[in-house]
T-cell receptor, first 114, second 116 residues
């Protein structure tokens, strides 16, 4: 069974640009979550999607948005990039939205903002 | 609000030594789930274990063992006879059932270096 895949793996952008990251969950998984990882803040929750609906959002500005498609694939978008957005963005998939389900993580997209 | 504290930022041990990684959590929920993840240099978080708040049994899986104590709000992780391949950053995480969301709250992580 294929794991969670994320594309692209690496991105370099400049301030003010926008970026779209993609995540394909494990087959059969309907829940997708996104996390941002930085050396200073650690791992922080961004969004949670289930059946194309955003169920929860972390404490991030409106420049961060996302969506989920009918095939459970998800994208997140960051507009007007800032230097502080440089981070590893991790996507996780889970079978359902129950708290006991383990979340399986992808390899991440490393975003560098210059 | 939920919170996870991993007080040990970095630990270095010599191969074959035992090492314990500490995790202390805070939650107001009576139903919650605790997790440990491993992040090797490649960056991908690897799931290691899940524990629910109603199950305080310790668990052993090969060289790994976990000690869950609700009385002290701790969920510690021990690696016995450590190996170089155990070198990674280890994260403890918490998920609350009552939050209406299964988002994970992570600790800051403990970087383990196993020296040959």
């Amino acid at each position: 069974k294929a794991g969670v895949t994320q594309t692209p793996r690496y991105l370099i952008k400049t301030r003010g640009q926008q970026v779209t990251l993609s995540c394909s969950p494990i087959s059969g998984h309907r829940s997708v979550s996104w996390y941002q990882q930085t050396p200073g803040q650690g791992l922080q929750f961004l969004f949670e999607y289930f059946s194309e609906t955003q169920r929860n959002k972390g404490n991030f500005p409106g420049r961060f948005s996302g969506r989920q498609f009918s095939n459970s694939r998800s994208e997140m978008n960051v507009s007007t990039l800032e230097l502080g957005d440089s981070a590893l963005y991790l996507c996780a998939s889970s079978l359902t939205v129950a708290g006991y389900n383990e979340q399986f993580f992808g390899p991440g997209t490393r975003l560098t903002v210059l | 609000a939920q919170k996870v504290t991993q007080a040990q930022t970095e630990i270095s041990v010599v191969e074959k030594e035992d090492v314990t990684l500490d995790c202390v959590y805070e939650t107001r929920d009576t139903t919650y789930y605790l997790f440990w993840y491993k992040q090797p240099p490649s960056g991908e978080l690897v799931f290691l274990i899940r524990r629910n708040s109603f199950d305080e049994q310790n668990e052993i899986s090969g060289r790994y063992s976990w000690n869950f104590q609700k009385s002290t709000s701790s969920f510690n992780f021990t690696i016995t006879a450590s190996q170089v391949v155990d070198s990674a950053v280890y994260f403890c995480a918490l998920s609350e059932e009552g939050a209406g969301s299964y988002q994970l709250t992570f600790g800051k992580g403990t970087k383990l270096s196993v020296i040959p």
